[in-house]
């Protein structure tokens, strides 16, 4: 019981507090009214800007010849899987050398796994260092923009609440909830494209989803040959 009253309390005192503050809004006066007068409210859909700033000239090259230099050590590994294992095939599994071939596929097999991580791991702290830095330049350039623009306040949101939750699942449709704080704003307000302009990556259109980078048929990741085991 006294769990509920304090809850009561609490609801109440709320309450007041809320029906205090429009009260004190709606007739508000002098400076504080003066002040909420000077304040001016933008939006911006960062999220769609730096998604065009990392498919850009700025960054993507350096990504591809990453992930190209990566590419180049795997299809290595993975070609002298294959050779050892088309050797396996003509000695013989049962063969004391088809035994010894067994042996060392396995272990560049295991060697060829162990690189293909690293080199995941690499190509995925890299990509997060062009994100947070890509980040970075959009957020300075909304600065600028807004400061000129005479805005006080910027709220970051992604995409109009008008437009049907696409996720097929609550924690992703939560997600695309939260990403949109703001429900009622004027488009002229917002400063996506002038952001995107500014940057010069407004004629980018949505990226497209980076390939899987991995070994091929007897790759990195594959399990021993059945006749190699």
Not at 18 to 43: D, Y
Not at 90 to 112: P, T
Not at 177 to 198: C, S
Request: proline share 3%.
């Amino acid at each position: 019981m006294v769990r509920l009253d304090r809850l009561a309390l609490v609801c109440v005192s709320t309450g007041i507090l809320g029906a205090g503050w429009m009260v004190h809004r709606a007739g508000a006066s002098g400076p504080a009214a003066a002040f909420r007068a000077e304040q001016r409210i933008a939006t911006v859909n960062v999220f769609k800007v730096v998604e065009k700033l990392v498919q850009s000239d700025r960054y993507r090259p350096a990504r591809e010849a990453m992930m190209k230099e990566y590419d180049v050590k795997l299809a290595a590994a993975q070609q002298e899987l294959e050779q050892l294992y088309g050797k396996i095939n003509a000695a013989g599994r049962e063969s004391d050398e088809g035994k010894a071939l067994i042996g060392q596929f396995q272990s560049r097999q295991r060697e060829a796994q162990q690189l293909d991580q690293e080199l995941q791991a690499k190509a995925a702290e890299f990509n997060t260092q062009q994100l947070s830095e890509a980040y970075r330049i959009a957020v300075e350039t909304v600065n600028e923009l807004a400061a000129k623009g005479g805005y006080t306040h910027v709220i970051a949101t992604r995409g109009a609440v008008s437009e049907p939750l696409v996720s097929t699942n609550v924690a992703a449709a939560v997600q695309e909830i939260l990403a949109r704080p703001a429900i009622i704003y004027p488009a002229a307000d917002d400063l996506t494209e002038a952001v995107a302009r500014a940057l010069k990556v407004d004629s980018i259109e949505a990226p497209a989803a980076d390939g899987d980078h991995g070994a091929g048929e007897h790759g990195a990741g594959d399990q021993p040959p059945a006749d190699a085991k």
